[in-house]
């Protein structure tokens, strides 16, 4: 079985700035892409930023220039450094990754259980 584990969430005041990680374990022959998608209470989950396997960054527009994600390949790990925050980024964040379990089979999406993040006026 495949986990992903979560941390970092918390309150923080507008401006203020918060770092999420994500670490994969579990039988893990390869992963792809890693990334971070957010879902605020009554809305879609959505893409905030993506690693492609091939190490491309990809933003959402609500969060380039704030918003920095980061891959460490061997910690099988992917982190979101988020500065200036806004009460418009309160949300709870998952982490989302699609992992390989054995060179025959095909990649997997995974997703955590989620971190609520809170952003204060």
């Known amino acids: 079985q495949v986990q992903l584990v979560e941390s970092g969430g918390g309150s923080v005041q507008a401006g203020g700035s918060l770092r999420l990680s994500c670490a994969a374990s579990?039988?893990?022959?390869?992963?792809?892409?890693m990334g971070w998608y957010r879902q605020a209470p009554g809305k879609q989950r959505e893409l905030v930023a993506v690693?492609?396997?091939?190490?491309?960054?990809i933003y959402d527009d609500s969060v380039k220039g704030r918003f920095t994600i980061s891959r460490d390949t061997a910690k099988n790990s992917v982190y979101l450094q988020m500065n200036s925050l806004k009460p418009e980024d309160t949300s709870v964040y998952y982490c989302?990754?699609?992992?390989?379990?054995?060179?025959?089979?095909?990649?997997?999406?995974?997703w955590g259980q989620g971190t609520q993040v809170t952003v204060s006026s």
């Open positions: 989302n990754a699609n992992i390989r379990q054995r060179s025959f089979i095909a990649y997997t999406p995974y």
């Open positions: 579990g039988t893990i022959f390869s992963i792809g892409h």
């Open positions: 690693v492609t396997g091939g190490g491309q960054l």
